[in-house]
């Protein structure tokens, strides 16, 4: 599809999209059944976490029920069978984001522990006094944070690419900002304020030509965009199970394999080493030198499946739902009165945030909740975004495959019930 202003940027199909039976998902979603506060479930916080269909739910409760064992060096049936399952849900990581290797896929807790991974084992080995980290005014502080670590161990710059007033990043002078000390470019794909969709690969290129490497945030991209990690032009790409249908802590980092095996160590202990001695211990080559310890095996297996359940529904159709929705969205919420969106950018993910004239957006959140309708309210772990934006939160309503116009409606009506209370 062609990507318009304010929807979700799908790439061209070569096949007519299977269109979304949302009704036939939304059965394979049984927390979407819940009552809360005697309401039906309106579930619009994807944006911080989603939910897991059915097939991942069962497949890490019959991997502990039959299959629990350590992965790795057991020589046990049990061990035999988690570690091939285990394995086999890297190469499926892969296939996802297209990486060249499956050692260019490593397990981790999610973005937070991706990102920090990345500062701490390549930022900490290449970067010296003045040279120049840039991120963009749109960050999570995940991806903030972490540099700033380093920035304090190494001596680095921190420079930063500012936004328009619609929450795009500002292109005209990147030329400028990308120069000869700029070592690291750290940004989000999608934004988890604006919803914004940065262009990875006009930048990769950039900071390429520059000598620098390129990170991304991509914890709001890969739920809902075919992210090809070759295609984007991207050295480092971080990701969370948790926001793409699977379980809470793991996460993924893939990178560039020639960069990988120049890399030390983050973490040290078991399932890490090649050789350990008192007198010196050699390490594992990647992915298993970034896998310190025992991992969350049935977490990693919980991924597998919701890779799988995102291929079999279809991207491009779980894009193409979502921008519909999106587009509905920012109609409907648009006419409220005293509402103003906050990320009017050309192509987003399917995030919607705002503030209103008469509320707090915590106000708005608990007024909300009293109807079954879950967002989140707050500054979003973004609190240089929020100043930029001259607000101290905000609300935001994030969307999935499972959701409907009718939960919109629902928000909607929701949000007039808060104008009546509150104005």
């Known amino acids: 599809m062609t990507a318009t202003r304010g929807l979700i940027k799908t790439p061209p199909s070569r096949t007519p999209l299977r269109p979304l039976d949302v009704a036939a998902v939304r059965q394979d979603f049984p927390i979407l059944r819940t009552l809360v506060h005697g309401r039906p479930l309106v579930y619009l916080d994807n944006a911080a976490t989603s939910q897991k269909p ?108 500012p936004l328009t007033d619609e929450g795009e990043l500002r292109l005209d002078g990147l030329d400028g900002l990308i120069n000869d000390r700029t070592r690291i470019v750290a940004l989000a794909h999608g934004s ?39 295609a984007l032009g991207c050295d480092f790409f971080a990701c969370s199970a948790h926001k793409m249908l699977g379980p809470t802590g793991v996460g993924v980092l893939y990178g560039r394999s020639d960069l990988l095996e120049r890399m030390p160590p983050w973490q040290g202990g078991g399932g890490m080493i090649a050789t350990v001695s008192f007198e010196r211990t050699t390490f594992a080559p990647s992915p298993m030198r970034f896998e310190a310890g025992t991992p969350p095996i049935a977490e990693v297996i919980g991924l597998g499946v919701a890779v799988e359940y995102l291929q079999r529904i279809g991207l491009e159709s779980i894009g193409a739902h979502e921008a519909n929705l999106l587009q509905y969205a920012t109609e409907q919420i648009a006419e409220v009165p005293g509402v103003r969106l906050i990320g009017t950018g050309r192509d987003k993910v399917a995030v919607l945030s705002f503030v209103m004239d008469v509320a707090h957006p915590h106000d708005i959140g608990t007024v909300l909740d009293h109807d079954g309708i879950a967002i989140r309210a707050g500054h979003h772990c973004a ?24 939960e919109v409606d629902a928000l909607v009506a929701g949000l007039l019930k808060v104008r009546k209370v509150f104005g």
């Open 54 to 161: 059915q097939p991942v739910i069962d497949a890490i409760d019959e991997f502990n029920a039959h299959r629990n064992a350590n992965v790795h060096r057991g020589v046990h049936y049990l061990s035999q069978q988690a570690t091939a399952e285990y394995d086999g849900v890297r190469e499926r990581v892969r296939r996802f984001f297209n990486a060249a290797s499956p050692s260019e896929i490593i397990f981790t807790a999610g973005t937070t522990a991706s990102i920090n991974l990345v500062a701490q084992s390549y930022g900490r080995t290449v970067l010296r006094p003045g040279d120049e980290i840039l991120l963009t005014e749109m960050e999570h502080h995940s991806n903030i944070v972490p540099w700033q670590l380093i920035r304090e161990q190494t001596g680095a710059v921190i420079r930063v690419i």
């Open 192 to 230: 988890n304020v604006l919803g914004t969709i940065n262009p990875v690969r006009q930048v990769a290129d950039l900071a390429h030509a520059r000598g620098a490497v390129v990170v991304v945030d991509g914890a709001q991209s890969a739920p809902h965009l075919t992210v090809d990690v070759q």
């Open 383 to 406: 609190q240089p975004l929020m100043k930029r934006f001259g607000v101290p939160a905000t609300a935001r309503a994030s969307f999935a495959l499972y959701n409907t116009r009718e």
